[in-house]
């Protein structure tokens, strides 16, 4: 919807500093939402809740998922090929 909206930014000073961030609000406030893995690279999100993020864990490259607007994530897929991005 119209209010809801998510967004990843990186420091740049840190690259494994990647950080998901939501607004409810149509932008004007915006809020961290903890990631419990590094080396985040590409979200992708169906609706205000589910939602796909590709990164690290370990040495293999994940997609992991939430179904709660990123109160929590799980690891639904997992190889050692390269995902650069997902939508």
């Known amino acids: 919807?119209?209010?809801i909206g998510y967004g990843?930014?990186?420091?740049?000073?840190?690259?494994n500093n990647i950080k998901l961030i939501?607004?409810?609000?149509?932008g004007t406030v915006w809020?961290?939402?903890?990631?419990?893995?590094s080396l985040n690279r590409s979200m992708f999100f169906a609706?205000?809740?589910?939602?796909?993020?590709?990164?690290?864990v370990s040495s293999s490259i994940n997609i992991i998922?939430?179904?709660?607007?990123?109160a929590n994530?799980?690891?639904?897929?997992?190889s050692t090929a390269n995902i650069n991005s997902i939508y």
Request: hydrophobic residues 30%.
């Open 31 to 37: 809020d961290s939402v903890m990631i419990p893995y």
């Open 1 to 3: 919807n119209q209010n």
């Open 73 to 78: 994530w799980h690891i639904s897929w997992g």
């Open 47 to 56: 609706n205000d809740s589910i939602g796909w993020i590709t990164g690290m």
């Open 65 to 70: 998922r939430t179904s709660n607007a990123g």
């Open 8 to 15: 990843m930014y990186r420091n740049n000073y840190n690259i």
């Open 22 to 26: 939501r607004t409810t609000n149509g």
